[in-house]
Each structure stands twice: as C-alpha cells, then as structure tokens.
C-alpha cells in the first residue's frame, strides 16, 4: 500500500517559520517527482513547488521563491518544505503528491500526480 503522509504542519505568526515532511511509503521513491501543492479556502490547489529525487532538480513558484526550500532525503524516503518568512496569505492546507517520473508528466500539472497525502493545515496569523 502506498501511503504519503505529511507532517509539521500548525499555527504560526507573520515571518515566523515551519517545516513539512512528506513520508512515502511504498513506493520506489527515487522513481518520482514529488511536489507539494497548497489550497487555500474558496481558491483552487496550486502546485508550488517539486522535486525530483533521482535528479535533485527543484522548481518553486514565484510567491515562495526565496522563502521556501525544498529537499528530500532518500535514505528517508522523505522530502521536506522548509518555510521562512511565511505570510497570512501562505495559510492552506498543504499536499505532497508523488508523480513516477518514467510516466513522463509534467509536474506543473495536478492530474499528473500518481498518488497525495491527506494534507497538513498550515495558518499564519497577522
């Protein structure tokens, strides 16, 4: 059965920080792209961000480039989002999703995801 499961996710003050995990289980991990998606209320899910953990390749959104780092640790089989200078308008809940990278899909792309996570809340207050 494979599983992704997030973590660290929680309550935080303007240009404070945190750090989400995503832990597959599973899988072959270093076989995919895994890529951390977000959905704010009444908004639609927006990737911003991915990895891909054979290569090590990273893409960000504008909106988090420059706060956000993204990582992965294959002997873990994990990958993390670390979050700096976070801001109200990052508060959503927040999905990893791992997309096999033979596939060849394009990782900007949600319905290329092969399998999600449950979602971790994360709200940044004023």
């Known amino acids: 059965e494979v599983q992704l499961v997030e973590s660290g996710g929680g309550l935080v003050q303007a240009g404070g920080s945190l750090r989400l995990s995503c832990a597959a289980s599973?899988?072959?991990?270093?076989?995919?792209?895994i890529g951390w998606f977000r959905q704010a209320p009444g908004k639609e899910r927006e990737v911003f961000s991915y990895i891909s953990t054979s290569e090590g390749i990273t893409y960000y959104e504008d909106s988090v480039k420059g706060r956000f780092t993204i990582s992965s640790d294959n002997a873990k089989n994990t990958v993390y989002l670390q979050m700096n200078t976070l801001k109200p308008e990052d508060t959503a809940v927040y999905y990893c999703?791992?997309?096999?990278?033979?596939?060849?899909?394009?990782?900007?792309?949600?319905?290329?995801?092969?399998?999600w996570g449950q979602g971790t809340q994360v709200t940044v207050s004023a």
């Open positions: 599973g899988i072959t991990f270093d076989d995919y792209t």
């Open positions: 999703a791992a997309l096999w990278e033979a596939h060849g899909g394009d990782p900007s792309q949600d319905y290329e995801y092969d399998y």
